[in-house]
């Protein structure tokens, strides 16, 4: 095999890992690839740089994704410039894909802060109802060990915010991508890119418009996270909490529909109402979950109860005529069984993240 074709389909090979998120990290991604390639050992010099790589992934992006990439990169801008307002206090940079264009499904925003407290940039993105997670990553670079601490924000955009030192604010790091000083842009840097790339954008209005946007996923969040601490009847729940309860109902529908995200929302959400009023906990459920899903998804957790009488074989037979007459009959009997079967001990589920995760994936792939 030439030097040149072998190269390239190296490239192809560890283009497509990084883009189906089977690997991170470039260099794990080409050496993977080129095992899989050549079995043989492979010259360092004929490995493809990692601009090569990126550029190739970026031709995926656009086969698979199509204009919904060139919007989605607009709105990942404009929600990076929200967040760097609100993060003003610490030197925000824009980095990365979201800067340079390279975006992808499932990108991260990149974004640098100076602080010398985390506890204080966490306490700024906790006032604004954010859901963060705390990681600190160990890195060997020539020779050198290094601890990097990250704040991971889900949302309908997920963030990966590197905190440093405040003095470090005029240190430029090296892409590891180019090898060239790492592109950065501060908040009127990527207001004036986004002016110049976006003629006719009424940047101020967008924003507004995006403060006024309700997550709907991190409420999802808040009502479900309570359900740990709600134990059942072990007589008819001996798998323990109401949250393990409803992510291996979850698992189950996935398994059935995978693709069917107002049955999948339905089956994670269908017990959230326990963690507010037991008593009543459908008609909780539907209360707190208003304007947040769609009449389908309500209809199918409203009657999930009533499917459970015909598995049952208790409900009347004109009750029974009137659910049938619905053209979500079949889902909802679906979603009974699921949530019948979801109440195994010691299986293994979801992590919730995971779950909520998958929904957003579908939403931005198949959502209008």
Request: hydrophobic residues 40%; negative net charge.
């Amino acid at each position: 095999m030439s030097v040149s074709r072998l190269r390239r389909q190296i490239t192809w090979e560890a283009a497509c890992l990084l883009y189906r998120r089977q690997e991170s990290e470039y260099l794990r991604a080409k050496l993977k690839a080129a095992r899989r390639v050549h079995k043989g050992w492979v010259k360092p010099a004929d490995l493809p740089s990692n601009a090569e790589i990126r550029d190739e992934v970026q031709a995926l992006a656009r086969l698979y994704e199509g204009r919904q990439r060139t919007q989605n990169l607009q709105d990942m801008r404009l929600e990076a410039l929200r967040m760097m307002r609100l993060l003003r206090p610490f030197k925000p940079r824009l980095i990365g894909s979201v800067l340079t264009g390279h975006v992808r499904q499932g990108s991260d925003i990149d974004l640098h802060l100076f602080s010398n407290s985390i506890e204080a940039v966490a306490l700024v993105l906790q006032e604004e109802g954010c859901v963060l997670d705390l990681e600190r990553k160990r890195v060997h670079q020539r020779g050198q060990t290094r601890v990097f601490t990250h704040l991971h924000v889900r949302g309908r955009f997920p963030f990966e915010m590197t905190i440093y030192a405040a003095d470090q604010a005029h240190y430029v790091s090296k892409s590891s991508i180019t090898g060239k000083p790492m592109e950065r842009a501060s908040i009127a840097e990527l207001e004036q890119l986004l002016k110049q790339d976006y003629e006719g954008l009424e940047l101020e209005q967008e924003l507004a418009d995006l403060n006024d946007q309700l997550d709907p996923y991190q409420v999802f969040e808040a009502l479900l996270l309570p359900l740990e601490n709600v134990q059942q009847s072990r007589q008819h729940h001996p798998e323990g909490d109401a949250l393990y309860h409803s992510l291996q109902v979850f698992d189950l529908a996935c398994d059935e529909l995978p693709y069917d995200e107002e049955f999948l929302l339905a089956a994670l959400l269908h017990d959230v109402g326990k963690g507010i009023d037991r008593a009543d906990h459908v008609a909780v459920a539907l209360d707190a979950l208003q304007g947040l899903i769609t009449d389908r998804t309500s209809w199918l957790i409203e009657y999930h109860m009533v499917a459970h009488q015909v598995l049952d074989g208790t409900i009347g037979k004109r009750a029974h005529r009137r659910l049938r007459e619905s053209e979500n009959y079949e889902e909802l009997m679906l979603l009974a069984r699921c949530d019948r079967d979801g109440r195994q001990t010691g299986v293994e589920a979801s992590e919730l993240e995971e779950a909520l995760d998958y929904l957003r994936d579908l939403s931005e792939t198949f959502g209008e």
